[in-house]
């Protein structure tokens, strides 16, 4: 069970839905001020998040420390989440690239919104994209809106509820399992450890892999070669998207052991008294669970070379 607040009673689940709802609203004002202001709207959207995170806290009179706990990191935890998110990312852009096969237009625009931000105006972009969301969005998501269900006795009840709520917020159906995978690992890494540290590490190496480090290439790049990669990057093009849509098949070759690698990293997360015991609530050694995990891993390795060879057959 995730560690109640010294006030839980003040924090209630349905005080989560309504904060998740507000937090919402204020992501859909500030899109429409970005026809105004541009992709500032963006850096505005983030700080607010943070503002309505600590405005929860000041209303429920909770420390701030007891919401956001920050403790020392161990090597355990390091690992783990690292594993963790090596083990989540490329089953997340699977679903991605899956659902964008279904729905190419949208998964372009998506694509092209990202690529506006990350090059836009590019130390902004840069702040925008991996500086500020593991602070705000780990603030508002993990912070104040789990803590209004850290009541509940089932851990992963949480995770799937603050998961999904994170998936909703990105407003972007083809991310939506993507999102929602990586948000509920996160919660889980701050149910299970109980230190806002972890989610933040967690979503600041996603998005500096993802995002950041092309980033920062086109940043220390002369301003004539930054101008017309621009210039020739302002939109994907439609054959860009196909070829990320029919890379599919090679990434869940290549991702087929990321099941496992997920299972051992939520291993070292957990809770010492369960590591000691040996077995989760049901009653399932850990060794079974590894050996459980490599079910999925048999089918994204068959899945891809079968559709890697339906490909190749035209």
Request: proline letters at 4%; charged letters at 10%; a positive charge.
């Amino acid at each position: 069970m995730a560690k109640e607040l010294s006030n839980q009673a003040k924090w209630r689940p349905w005080k989560g839905i309504v904060l998740f709802v507000i937090a919402f609203a204020w992501l859909i004002a500030g899109s429409l001020t970005a026809f105004f202001i541009g992709t500032v709207s963006t850096l505005l959207v983030q700080l607010g998040f943070l503002a309505i995170a600590i405005i929860a806290c000041l209303i429920n009179k909770t420390p701030l420390k007891e919401v956001f706990p920050i403790k020392k990191i161990t090597v355990r935890d390091f690992f783990g989440t690292v594993l963790m998110w090596m083990g989540s990312l490329p089953l997340g852009i699977c679903s991605a690239l899956a659902v964008g096969k279904l729905f190419p237009q949208t998964f372009e625009n998506v694509a092209n919104g990202v690529s506006e931000i990350a090059t836009g105006t590019l130390v902004l972009g840069f702040i925008m994209t991996v500086i500020c969301p593991p602070i705000c969005e780990e603030a508002i998501m993990r912070g104040a809106v789990l803590s209004n269900f850290r009541g509940i006795k089932k851990d992963w009840i949480i995770v799937l509820i603050v998961g999904v709520m994170f998936g909703i917020l990105h407003t972007d159906p083809v991310r939506f399992l993507n999102t929602a995978l990586l948000g509920g690992c996160m919660a889980y890494l701050m149910v299970k450890r109980n230190n806002f540290i972890l989610p933040m590490m967690f979503h600041f190496i996603n998005n500096f892999t993802t995002i950041g480090i092309s980033t920062l290439s086109t940043m220390f790049s002369s301003q004539a070669s930054q101008a017309a990669q621009q210039a020739e990057s302002s939109a994907i093009t439609s054959e860009a998207v196909t070829a990320s849509l029919d890379a599919m098949p090679l990434l869940m070759i290549a991702s087929f052991l990321c099941p496992m690698i997920l299972t051992i990293g939520a291993h070292l997360i957990k809770r010492q008294k369960e590591i000691s015991e040996g077995t989760d609530p049901k009653g399932m050694k850990l060794g079974a669970k590894i050996g459980l995990s490599a079910i999925p891993c048999v089918l994204l390795l068959a899945g891809g070379i079968i559709l890697t060879a339906m490909s190749i057959n035209g």
